[in-house]
């Protein structure tokens, strides 16, 4: 196909003799010609690389097995979590209710964050009931407020178990203590 | 020989030139105010054509169908007409064309913004504008290849090769994602439901990507760039290996959207080495782009044109590394939902489209109107501006991306959510919102600078609306391979046999990853909890549809312990068998709402919350930037088609049909009966109503904001019924229990509950210690087994939560499985038991 005859500088004014050693004179296109180089070889060598991977992947999870796909890499991640945190659930039924400044003054911050979009600013109530007058609709007592922060109620209260049960106690002391 | 002559039709390009640079301004503008309204809220306004969920899809598909889309005729008309020597087969269908698809794009905003849309990203346009898409589609398709068949060259150039690609995909690519079942003019449902849905979508999302802003820039780029460096194309060889490995590969890359998702593995594994297998061929076209270069170096410094085409083709590298980066699941994990696509997307969409179309309308125009650039100092001001532009754009969504993924994902030192307040996450990353939009302004800034300097030239210099000329007839050559002719060499002189080769490798693909996902049951297991959509769920779902509420938040919570524990339990396939469209989102503006239904989850918020929290975010949520929604209030819900609703999800398998008793609005001879329908809608509203009412709200039952809050809390709803009902029922099952009396299956319970997880399903072990065997670490009495459930042991935690029934049934039930030796058991540990 090519033609090494034909002298590159009468197609090309602005001939390179560095580069256009193997222009194809055949191939001519509204003017636009076209070398006959190879592909650069990292591109190829590269290529073959990305498909050799892609089986090897392919063989590794589906084939051999030996990969943790999506079910069980969950799995392992909550398995790690549980050794690495010891998560261990505070028992409502015996914890106690803080009274030190500083865990109320955290719990007031969680109040600020979380619960006055429906509580309001001072506990008056709004989309959630009134938390200042001291009728307490599921018990006053600290493991029964405790209770429905950590999982909602039926009626609509959200839970807010996502923010940890020391987090919970502190802002469930607040309420009972503070407001 | 004797040479014909013939006529170029210049006018179909200018007109082309023209639409490109208008629907660019105006989708960039577009793009500036939904950048913006991110940044200010109120920037919505409160009205619901100006919202941002209708917004942004004006701005995605003004960028892609209206200015890319009239770029890439620019270009194909340009240049297939000269690389073939031959005027376009039809002066009809060239306009058809062109008009076809500016009322199209005209429809398309108007639509849009009314909140006609189907929600499936970059195909959001509804049934008969899907019609006229494809007549339009193919009006380009069939002059391309009339031309191609009149055409006095031998062979056909790698361009054409592309725009041919792209014509052939496109089409296949928009009518499989389209098949819809009308309901009205306006509204239609996707025949795909769920899984299979989200498979077509991305499938065509992606190629979409591939196939229209990809290969048609890369014939533009064969073209414009040889052109204006007037240089040969660096390898012919090059063009066809990155060709066909392109164009075959891209098809199966699609679900690499959709990683981690309720998506089957093996399809989630396709589109991981799919991707990965891409990059080479994508930069193929990188390479063959910037080494044709080679010795016209020099000029880049001082041609505006050769610089936007640099940066433009070095922008294509760069979004095609990426994107196999962002396919692989370790990275996917971070990035997906997050403004990191969002930057991704438009490092290619202002770099490589936005660049490569300013480089050519820049060299064309002038050629068009036979003068000179009126600016070149002008086009280069622009492209500095535009490249700086896009630096500020995407840089800070970058680092907004890594900030707000990584605060999804941190724990606290004891193992929960450090920012469980979704919000806290977007605040954090407001200044980076703010100065992408000032780094878009900039990009828009030299798209403006660009049309005095079009405007002058055009006007120096004067248009031949048909130009003349010449070029010798197309020889006859023998049909079979001539001798020394290469297999691809006799193709490329073959255009119909070309056209049947392209169609091959792209089809391949996506019939092997939607087929089985349609077929084959097991990819999508059935959830028996999972109930469809009662009629008033299923218009509020059409409202979510239709206030584009997918474009900032997603319904599909990924297998991470970061999101089980934000949003609840991770997505099943099963969930979403009901789901025509489905919404799963591909961006988290928003927290995902895949739970917001999920009865004691976080995610649930009473219905006064909805009703609040839609009338005005900000006043429940002060930094909240999701915009209000006064129009669900005063709006009275349309059920005029609420009838042909029904019979069409019947007719896509939702068992409307008495299949399931509780949703059965049929009669006797199996037609819908609208009264069964009025009445189940009509109750479930009231009831959300009068609760609302109740707390003292003025609000009537057919209000759409009532429908709104029904569909929110049918999210999820189903799975945490069964789990609830689950959990009263072994309760009860204990309670029954008499005192003293140990029950065994009670016990069972709660090892399958509580104690599986780390010492096996049968006991076998696995972090903690087989059971099942005859060893024992703490000791065998049912003291020392209480001890350890209450106080916990090594590092096993202590069990406080059990009452003493639970904990005598447990303990018997564990010292039953003692001497079972399960399969697999853990290796003994400690003392033998005598």
């Known amino acids: 196909m090519e033609n090494k005859n034909i002298d590159p500088k009468e197609v090309y004014k602005e001939y390179n003799e560095k580069f256009d050693k193997k222009l194809m004179i055949d191939h001519d296109y509204d003017g636009i010609k076209e070398l006959d180089n190879p592909p650069p070889p990292w591109l190829m060598w590269l290529f073959y690389f990305t498909v050799i991977w892609a089986v090897w992947y392919l063989a590794w999870f589906h084939w051999f097995d030996m990969g943790r796909l999506q079910e069980a890499d969950y799995q392992h991640e909550i398995e790690e979590a549980a050794q690495k945190y010891k998560v261990t659930a505070m028992d409502a039924e015996t914890i106690n209710i803080l009274s030190a400044e500083e865990d109320l003054v955290r719990g007031s911050e969680i109040y600020k964050k979380s619960c006055v979009a429906c509580h309001g600013a001072e506990g008056q109530g709004g989309i959630g009931p009134n938390l200042k007058d001291n009728e307490w609709i599921y018990g006053k007592d600290i493991s029964k407020v405790f209770g429905v922060v950590k999982n909602g109620t039926e009626k609509g209260m959200t839970s807010f178990k996502s923010i940890g049960d020391e987090d919970i106690l502190k802002v469930s002391s607040f309420l009972l203590k503070k407001l | ?834």
């Not at chain 2, 809220?41 to 941002?52: A, E, K, R, V």
């Not at chain 2, 591939?210 to 052109?227: D, H, Q, V, W």
């Not at chain 2, 403006?448 to 405007?455: K, W």
């Not at chain 2, 003349?468 to 049909?479: D, F, Q, S």
Request: with cysteine; proline share 4%.
């Open chain 2, 1 to 834: 020989m004797t040479q014909e002559k013939f006529y170029y039709d210049n006018k179909i390009v200018k007109l082309f030139t023209y639409a490109t640079l208008f629907w660019g301004i105006v989708g960039m503008l577009v793009g500036l105010l939904a950048a913006a309204q991110i940044a200010f809220p109120s920037l919505n306004f409160g009205l619901s054509f100006t919202t941002f969920g209708r917004v942004r899809p004006v701005h995605t598909n003004a960028i892609i169908f209206a200015f890319t889309g009239n770029a890439i005729f620019t270009g194909a008309y340009y240049s297939m007409q000269r690389l073939l020597k031959a005027r376009m087969f039809s002066d009809f269908l060239s306009k058809l064309n062109f008009w076809g698809w500016q009322t199209i794009i005209l429809l398309a905003a108007i639509t849009l913004l009314a909140g006609f849309t189907t929600s499936k990203e970059y195909a959001e346009l509804e049934w008969p504008i899907d019609i006229l898409i494809a007549i339009v589609w193919v009006s380009f398709g069939w002059n391309m290849i009339g031309t191609l068949i009149k055409r006095r060259v031998q062979h056909i150039y790698v361009a054409i090769w592309f725009f041919l690609a792209s014509f052939v995909a496109v089409a296949v690519l928009h009518i499989g994602n389209s098949i819809e079942i009308p309901v009205s003019f306006f509204k239609s449902y996707t025949v795909y439901a769920g899984v299979q849905d989200a498979v077509v979508q991305w499938w065509y999302g992606h190629n979409a990507v591939a196939f229209f802003l990809t290969t048609p820039f890369l014939g533009i780029m064969y073209y414009f760039l040889p052109k204006a460096a007037n240089r040969p194309v660096y390898s012919y060889r090059l063009s066809i290996v990155h060709f066909w490995s392109l164009i075959f590969i891209y098809m199966w890359a699609g679900p690499h959207h959709l990683l981690y998702q309720a998506l089957p593995d093996w399809a989630q594994t396709l589109g991981v080495v799919f991707s990965i297998m891409l990059l080479a061929p994508s930069w193929g076209g990188m390479m063959n782009g910037l080494l044709t270069l080679r010795g016209a170096w020099d000029r880049v410094r001082d041609s505006a044109i050769l610089k936007f085409f640099v940066v433009g083709v070095t922008a294509y590298g760069m979004s095609t590394f990426e994107g196999p980066m962002l396919s692989l699941k370790t990275v996917n994990a971070l990035s997906h939902f997050t403004d990191w696509t969002i930057a991704h997307v438009h490092i290619g969409g202002m770099g490589w489209n936005g660049f490569l179309t300013f480089g050519m309308l820049y060299w064309l125009i002038p050629r068009l109107f036979n003068t000179k650039l009126a600016s070149e100092k002008s086009a280069n001001m622009h492209f500095w501006i535009g490249t700086f532009g896009m630096l500020l754009y995407s840089v800070p969504l970058y680092w907004a991306a890594f900030t707000q993924t990584l605060m999804w994902k941190e724990f606290t030192d004891s193992g929960f959510l450090a920012y469980p307040d979704f919000l806290e996450t977007v605040t954090q990353i407001m200044p980076m919102y703010v100065t992408r939009v000032i780094g878009g302004t900039l990009y828009f800034a030299g798209a403006i600078m660009m049309i005095p300097n079009i405007i002058k030239t055009v006007k120096s210099g004067h248009i031949i609306n048909n130009e003349e000329a010449h070029a010798a007839p197309r020889e006859k050559v023998a049909k079979a391979r001539v001798a020394g002719e290469t297999p691809h060499r006799w193709v490329e002189r073959k255009a119909v046999h070309f056209t049947v080769w392209i169609l091959i490798a792209i089809i391949i693909g996506g019939l092997v990853e939607i087929i089985p996902m349609i077929t084959v049951k097991s990819n999508i297991p059935t959830i028996e909890a999972v109930k469809p959509y009662t009629p008033l769920e299923l218009q509020g779902r059409d409202i979510y549809v239709r206030e584009g509420c997918y474009t900032c938040h997603s319904q599909v919570v990924r297998p991470f312990r970061s999101e089980t524990e934000r949003y609840g339990e991770y997505s099943k396939q099963g969930e979403f068998v009901y789901d025509h469209p489905f919404q799963w989102g591909s961006k988290r503006t928003g927290p995902d709402l895949a739970r917001a239904g999920y009865r004691g989850g976080t995610m649930f918020r009473p219905a006064i919350w909805h009703y609040e929290h839609f009338l005005d975010p900000q006043k429940t949520f002060e930094k909240s930037i999701m915009p209000a929604y006064p129009w669900f209030f005063d709006n009275t819900i349309d059920n005029s088609t609420l009838k042909r609703k029904i019979e069409v999800m019947i007719t896509l398998g939702v068992p409307y049909d008495g299949a399931e008793p509780d949703y059965n609005y049929v009669n006797k001879n199996g037609d819908v009966d609208y009264s069964k329908v009025e009445k189940a809608y009509k109750t479930q509203a009231e009831g959300i109503a009068k609760e609302l009412q109740d707390m003292g709200k003025d609000v009537t039952w057919d209000k759409e904001i009532i429908a709104m809050i029904a569909y929110m809390h049918k999210l999820g709803k189903d799975i945490s019924l069964a789990k609830l009902a689950d959990k009263k029922a072994n309760e009860s099952k204990v309670e029954q229990t008499n005192p003293g009396e140990v029950n065994l299956e009670a016990g069972a319970t709660i090892f399958a509950n509580d104690c599986a997880a780390c010492h096996g399903k049968k006991g076998e072990g696995g972090m903690g210690s087989n059971l099942g065997d005859n060893f024992t670490l703490h000791g065998a009495s049912s003291a020392d087994i209480k001890n350890v459930i209450l106080n916990g042991a090594g590092i096993m935690p202590p069990f406080k939560k059990f009452t003493e029934t639970e904990i005598a049934n447990l303990s018997a039930f564990t010292t039953s499985l003692i001497g079972t030796n399960p399969e697999n058991g853990k290796d003994p540990e400690g003392e033998e038991i005598k």
